[in-house]
């Protein structure tokens, strides 16, 4: 075992992936090295999220497993950060003695500090107001294509955090409690990270918020502290030299503005592609839930979105069996994926969670219920995507290859579509090839290489 090496073990959305890789930075700046095993690390990180029931159950039998790890190896020092260490704090000491340090979710900047200065077992929990740091991609090489991952492979999409936290409080969820909130980064940092990540060539960027469309509403994201929104910050990050693709995540459907629609019009490196969570196809639930919108608001934007890109991929997240969903409600939600016909969905049973307003009703819908309209929820989806799928064949579409072996490459489309191509010709990962689809399956399409 290496003297200072880590393992990060990271559950949750993007944002999770993005802040362990900026932990990663954070360990190898400070003498770390990345270690291929749990077993052969001398500090565990696990990344954690709250944002179901289950994804915290999933955090705590694997910190369950790691009390034998340690006794094998008790130098071994056991950190738990993200959204379960931000919502349970010291509690997790308590539950868990075996853990060393507990960080929130803005302490992951300092990580390498409180390991070298921790006074003993220690939780950092969120502060009230704070800054979202500045940090600089670290690159090892300049040979194109090699900016680098935690795991040190090659990418060609990363992921550019440009705001944090939530103040939308829907009553099912728990992020605005792991995330704080609002925070939006500078205009400058955020530039300045896209430019060093495409000049090491990266060719994709995908920028990162819990609700991005609120971007610069928050604090001054300028330096003269001008008025700045999420569309100018799109039409910045676009014109950046060597960019081809650019992708945002995620949006709150009552936030989605005219100007950023006009955006899919004029900015040709903007992916038509649009995860638009709506939750429920039933206004009442809506209402329950706090997303104020209308199924009818939220119709007209799908449309309007189409309308500027008809080639608009779009998909959604899904909660069934939210407290109070009737059958009639159910039946609005499926008759939701009939109407807009999205290409792809996530869907989940409704999850209490610690804290939350919904957590305190008392019509919970029965466990039973749940599971089966999830079932036919995602019968549905699954016919769906299919037939949308079915759409692209005999059509020639651009694919930026991720991995290729010999005569096979996988890659993805502007709609995000992977795509697994018979290769004609010399291929490299981050090329753009052209292939024509021939086959659709409900989560990928076959192509063949056209030169
Ligand atoms: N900011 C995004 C959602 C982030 S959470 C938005 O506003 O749409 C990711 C997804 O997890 C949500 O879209 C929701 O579908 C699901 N989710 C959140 N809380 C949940 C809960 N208590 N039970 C079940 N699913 C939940
Ligand atoms: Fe959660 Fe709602 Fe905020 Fe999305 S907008 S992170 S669902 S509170
Ligand atoms: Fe989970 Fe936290 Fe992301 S709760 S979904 S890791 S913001």
Do not use: W
Not at 200 to 214: D, K
Not at 393 to 420: F, K, M
């Amino acid at each position: 075992m290496e003297e200072k090496s880590f393992f990060i073990k990271t559950f949750g959305c993007q944002m999770n992936i993005r802040d362990s890789e900026i932990m990663a930075q954070k360990l190898g700046e400070h003498g770390y090295i990345e270690g291929l095993s749990i077993e052969d690390a001398s500090v565990v990180i696990l990344n954690t999220c709250s944002v179901r029931a289950k994804a915290e159950q999933k955090v705590f039998s694997l910190l369950g497993s790691l009390r034998k790890a340690k006794k094998r190896n008790p130098r071994m020092k056991i950190c738990v950060a993200g959204c379960v260490a931000q919502q349970e704090g010291r509690n997790i000491l308590e539950r868990m003695p075996h853990v060393d340090l507990v960080i929130g979710t803005q302490a992951i900047y300092d990580l390498p500090f409180l390991l070298e200065n921790m006074p003993g077992k220690t939780a950092i929990n969120l502060s009230d107001s704070y800054e979202i740091p500045r940090y600089i991609p670290r690159l090892n090489s300049q040979e194109p294509g090699n900016a680098v991952s935690g795991n040190d492979t090659a990418v060609f999409s990363r992921f550019v955090t440009i705001m944090q936290g939530c103040n939308n409080f829907c009553t099912y969820c728990v992020v605005p409690y792991t995330r704080g909130r609002e925070v939006s980064r500078s205009v400058f940092d955020i530039l300045d990270e896209v430019k060093t990540l495409v000049d090491s060539g990266v060719r994709e960027i995908v920028l990162l918020g819990q609700n991005v469309n609120s971007y610069g509403k928050s604090n001054p994201v300028t330096s003269g502290g001008l008025p700045y929104s999420f569309a100018r910050l799109l039409h910045d990050v676009s014109a950046i030299d060597g960019l081809k693709r650019l992708r945002f995540t995620t949006s709150n459907p009552k936030d989605l503005s005219d100007e950023l629609i006009a955006c899919f019009a004029t900015i040709k490196n903007l992916c038509p592609q649009f995860h638009l969570p709506v939750q429920s196809g039933s206004d009442t639930i809506l209402k329950r839930m706090n997303r104020k919108y209308t199924i009818q608001t939220y119709l007209d934007k799908v449309d309007r979105l189409i309308a500027v890109r008809p080639e608009m991929a779009l998909t959604t997240d899904m909660i069934i069996g939210f407290p109070g969903e009737t059958e009639q409600d159910f039946k609005h939600t499926m008759g939701l994926l009939d109407r807009v016909r999205f290409h792809g969905s996530f869907s989940f049973k409704y999850s209490d969670r610690p804290g939350t307003m919904a957590a305190a009703l008392d019509d919970k819908v029965d466990e039973q219920v749940k599971s089966e309209r999830l079932q036919l929820f995602q019968k549905r989806q699954d016919e769906i995507s299919l037939a949308r799928n079915t759409e692209y064949i005999g059509r020639t579409l651009s694919v930026l290859l991720e991995s290729v072996q010999p005569e096979v490459a996988r890659g993805r489309t502007t709609t995000n579509h992977i795509v697994h191509v018979e290769l004609k010709g010399v291929a490299r990962p981050g090329h753009f090839i052209k292939a024509e689809i021939y086959h659709a399956g409900q989560h990928s399409l076959k192509g063949t290489q056209v030169l």
